[in-house]
């Protein structure tokens, strides 16, 4: 493992795989924990926390499996607790499991607050610096390197900070190499970390510049909205490692979100965490965790979501296509994200401009199509649709009206049956949709099963269309959302429908309005095949061609 050893080196540990995965609705297996690892690697993360060896079987599985697979920089790390109360380190099961796992260094948490140690342990406080001792210095005679974590480290120190400060001295006396202050209840706002951090930087005579000194870290969890900052501010006082989760994933609130923390220390502050060409695989790698974990991306999410260097106001777009410094805080190439303006009934011509360049096409601002575009758009806004969160049904329009548009088949008509089915449990719905479509002149018929109107009709759709545009097959809808946009008018009021579509590769979004939900869903569904396939057009198509009006593409 190559770190960077300058004096302003910050040391990343991710704990996705342990604290990450205690967040509500992650539920991680062997493979999962492989393939994230293995990403974490690629990013140039210097320690990955795996888990907690003897904790359960899943556990055990990965410190084995990645022996197999081993990672190419990174180190991972093993967890667990100290020793139990009046118990032998050297008989402890679980430190027996801790040493099997095989990692080179090993995390080791024990408590730092009083109140924790007489209620949770029920022990002395003596006996918990007994366990602290006795279980890195089994370890370290064991040839393992000791990261302690002081849980619950700020609400013990506010609680008895003469006891506090001495179980991080019995630490770094039994040969623990760094002590990370942990926020374990996420509550402590970021002025007393700071104080705090001082305070046990001069306790301990930390020197971050001293290699013979003993090496801070911090963990803090997101309750009170400030883990990051927390993080942030501990690194300026002393701290040289921030433990954290990409994405921000973790128990109630989450963890420190490393994909907010690395570009804060790296591009704000100027401390070093990851080289250049690494940091620019941030974004990708937020994303495929989160594919990874069955999560959405937050688009919002500062750094690395799709919105974060999204622009909107025409006037922002004009000024951004000046001079980006103009509305954006850093050039979002360098985290791996990307510039995207937005199209929206707020728009101007260079958002158009702007929009269209990201497709392939050149418009000059005074090409009367960027006018036509840009009043069909806010026609069309007006009516209900949203081509910000649809991009792929705007790159569509564009072409429409640039009569581009690929003409792949054309409806005859479709029609969809739904039964209700009382089931044991439930309401059943029972779909059946009948569709029939014109491709190249020959008119094909189909008919499929769904457990739902949409899900009948998209069935039908692509059964009558795969038989020429095979890709189709790779296709699959991975969202669907409806909107009444005039509640007021009761049945007959407008839909709007959003469609996500996946090949496995990439996502997009389509949109359908009508007043009639069937027709709006089509109108989704069917401009989600139709992009899917236009961002595929180079690959082979059995028994017919993409065609612009009559013209074979």
């Keep these: 493992m190559t770190l960077n050893q300058t004096k302003n080196g910050v040391w990343i540990y991710d704990t996705t795989l342990r604290d990450g995965s205690q967040q509500e609705g992650i539920s991680l297996s062997v493979e999962d924990k492989l393939k994230i690892a293995h990403k974490l690697d690629e990013l140039g993360i210097p320690f990955i926390e795996g888990g907690w060896p003897g904790a359960n079987p899943k556990d055990v599985q990965f410190f084995w499996q990645l022996k197999e697979e081993p990672l190419s920089q990174a180190e991972v790390v093993a967890f667990c607790s100290t020793r139990r109360p009046h118990k032998s380190a050297e008989n402890d099961p679980m430190l027996q499991t801790i040493l099997a796992a095989g990692t080179r260094w090993v995390t080791i948490f024990g408590k730092s607050w009083d109140l924790h140690v007489t209620e949770g342990l029920k022990t002395t406080l003596d006996e918990n610096c007994a366990m602290i001792r006795d279980t890195i210095a089994l370890l370290r005679s064991n040839g393992r390197k000791v990261i302690y974590d002081a849980e619950h480290w700020f609400d013990g120190y506010q609680s008895n900070p003469e006891y506090a400060l001495k179980t991080l001295t019995t630490a770094v006396e039994a040969g623990a190499e760094w002590l990370v202050l942990c926020d374990t209840n996420g509550g402590t706002l970021p002025q007393t970390v700071s104080s705090v951090v001082q305070?046990?930087?001069?306790?301990?005579?930390?020197?971050?510049?001293?290699?013979?000194?003993?090496?801070?870290?911090?963990?803090?969890?997101?309750?009170?909205?400030?883990?990051?900052?927390?993080?942030?501010?501990?690194?300026?006082?002393?701290?040289?490692?921030?433990?954290?989760?990409?994405?921000?994933?973790?128990?109630?609130?989450?963890?420190?979100?490393?994909?907010?923390?690395?570009?804060?220390?790296?591009?704000?502050?100027?401390?070093?965490?990851?080289?250049?060409?690494?940091?620019?695989?941030?974004?990708?790698?937020?994303?495929?965790?989160?594919?990874?974990?069955?999560?959405?991306?937050?688009?919002?999410?500062?750094?690395?979501?799709?919105?974060?260097?999204?622009?909107?106001?025409?006037?922002?777009?004009?000024?951004?296509?000046?001079?980006?410094?103009?509305?954006?805080?850093?050039?979002?190439?360098?985290?791996?994200?990307?510039?995207?303006?937005?199209?929206?009934?707020?728009?101007?011509?260079?958002?158009?401009?702007?929009?269209?360049?990201?497709?392939?096409?050149?418009?000059?601002?005074?090409?009367?199509?960027?006018?036509?575009?840009?009043?069909?758009?806010?026609?069309?806004?007006?009516?209900?649709?949203?081509?910000?969160?649809?991009?792929?049904?705007?790159?569509?329009?564009?072409?429409?009206?640039?009569?581009?548009?690929?003409?792949?088949?054309?409806?005859?008509?479709?029609?969809?049956?739904?039964?209700?089915?009382?089931?044991?449990?439930?309401?059943?719905?029972?779909?059946?949709?009948?569709?029939?479509?014109?491709?190249?002149?020959?008119?094909?018929?189909?008919?499929?099963?769904?457990?739902?109107?949409v899900s009948a009709l998209d069935a039908a759709l692509r059964k009558a269309l795969v038989k020429f545009y095979p890709q189709i097959a790779d296709f699959h809808l991975t969202d669907y959302k409806v909107r009444i946009l005039d509640s007021t008018a009761g049945t007959d009021a407008v839909t709007r429908v959003l469609v996500e579509s996946s090949d496995g590769k990439r996502r997009w979004t389509t949109i359908g309005v009508s007043s009639n939900i069937l027709d709006a869903s089509y109108q989704a569904v069917v401009a989600g095949i139709e992009y899917g396939l236009l961002q595929r057009k180079g690959e082979t198509v059995v028994e017919s061609d993409y065609r612009v009006g009559n013209n074979v593409v």
């Design 199 to 453: 305070t046990v930087v001069k306790h301990l005579g930390i020197n971050p510049n001293d290699e013979q000194s003993p090496k801070l870290g911090i963990h803090t969890h997101n309750d009170s909205e400030t883990a990051v900052a927390s993080s942030l501010v501990a690194v300026e006082n002393g701290a040289r490692m921030v433990q954290g989760t990409i994405n921000g994933y973790g128990e109630r609130c989450g963890n420190a979100n490393l994909c907010s923390v690395i570009p804060n220390l790296q591009l704000k502050l100027n401390y070093s965490c990851l080289e250049s060409e690494q940091l620019t695989k941030l974004t990708p790698t937020s994303r495929i965790i989160d594919e990874i974990v069955n999560f959405a991306p937050d688009p919002h999410a500062p750094y690395v979501g799709r919105s974060a260097f999204a622009h909107k106001g025409g006037i922002h777009v004009s000024a951004v296509e000046r001079n980006p410094l103009t509305y954006e805080h850093i050039n979002p190439n360098v985290i791996g994200n990307e510039r995207r303006i937005v199209i929206s009934d707020q728009a101007g011509i260079s958002n158009i401009v702007a929009k269209a360049r990201a497709f392939g096409i050149n418009l000059d601002r005074k090409d009367p199509a960027c006018a036509d575009i840009l009043q069909r758009t806010k026609e069309l806004e007006n009516q209900g649709y949203q081509f910000e969160v649809a991009e792929a049904s705007f790159e569509l329009l564009v072409y429409e009206l640039l009569q581009q548009r690929l003409e792949m088949f054309q409806l005859k008509g479709f029609q969809v049956n739904c039964d209700m089915l009382r089931g044991e449990e439930a309401l059943l719905s029972d779909a059946v949709a009948t569709i029939k479509v014109s491709v190249n002149g020959e008119d094909i018929l189909e008919a499929a099963e769904g457990n739902g109107p």
